[in-house]
């Protein structure tokens, strides 16, 4: 009659030795397996000693969009200071952040405050291009009531084909 309290005892002194083990193993680190291992710690590094470099900000920023991590773009962009982030290039890039994120209408907004910045000072051609054509679809999608295309990709596409017509209209 003992023989059994005694296995069951040791199975479940076992099975709690297991889980206070599995349990005290250090976490690991949030980015492991997202494929934004450690060639982004250089950079990461950078923008945290330099939070006045704008270039590594922006380079940054675009590791982080080209990645697929919107959220991780935006949250570095909130932190950079004022001045850094009335750069065009900064500007552009929190647009993008917002757009990735599914928030169209504040995107759109940074997008006209990137068109704002370049008119009050020298960008380069391809930063308001890229801004103008960003615009028109944000403002397209606005108008069809989407906030986050993947929500409603029938009408994010509807958005981008209306937006892409506007801009073969203005080459005519």
Same mark, same amino acid.
């Given at each position: 009659?003992?023989?059994?309290?005694?296995?069951?005892?040791?199975?479940?002194? $076992?099975?709690? /030795?297991?889980?206070? &083990?599995?349990?005290?193993?250090?976490?690991?680190?949030?980015?492991?397996?997202?494929?934004?291992?450690?060639?982004?710690?250089?950079?990461?590094? #950078?923008?945290? *000693?330099?939070?006045?470099? $704008?270039?590594? /900000?922006?380079?940054?920023?675009?590791?982080?969009?080209? #990645?697929? $991590?919107?959220?991780?773009?935006?949250?570095?962009?909130?932190?950079?200071?004022?001045?850094?982030?009335?750069?065009? &290039?900064?500007?552009?890039?929190?647009?993008?952040?917002?757009?990735?994120?599914?928030? $169209? #209408?504040?995107?759109?907004? *940074?997008?006209?405050?990137?068109?704002?910045?370049?008119? =009050? =000072?020298?960008?380069? !051609?391809?930063?308001?291009?890229? &801004?103008? !054509?960003?615009?028109?679809?944000?403002? =397209?999608?606005? #108008?069809?009531?989407?906030?986050?295309?993947?929500? =409603?990709?029938? !009408?994010?596409?509807?958005?981008?084909?209306?937006?892409?017509?506007?801009?073969?209209?203005?080459? !005519?």
């Amino acid at each position: 009659m003992q023989d059994w309290r005694w296995a069951a005892a040791w199975i479940l002194g $076992a099975f709690g /030795l297991w889980m206070v &083990a599995s349990s005290v193993s250090p976490p690991l680190p949030a980015l492991v397996g997202r494929d934004m291992g450690p060639e982004l710690a250089p950079l990461e590094a #950078r923008v945290s *000693a330099h939070p006045e470099d $704008a270039a590594a /900000l922006e380079q940054l920023t675009e590791e982080y969009l080209t #990645r697929g $991590a919107p959220g991780l773009a935006q949250a570095a962009l909130d932190r950079a200071p004022e001045s850094v982030k009335a750069e065009p &290039a900064i500007a552009d890039a929190r647009a993008r952040s917002l757009s990735e994120l599914g928030l $169209a #209408r504040l995107a759109l907004t *940074a997008q006209k405050d990137v068109l704002t910045l370049c008119e =009050q =000072q020298a960008c380069p !051609r391809g930063l308001v291009a890229r &801004a103008e !054509r960003r615009a028109r679809f944000l403002s =397209q999608m606005v #108008r069809l009531g989407v906030e986050d295309p993947t929500e =409603q990709p029938n !009408r994010a596409l509807l958005a981008y084909r209306l937006a892409v017509r506007e801009v073969s209209l203005d080459m !005519r």
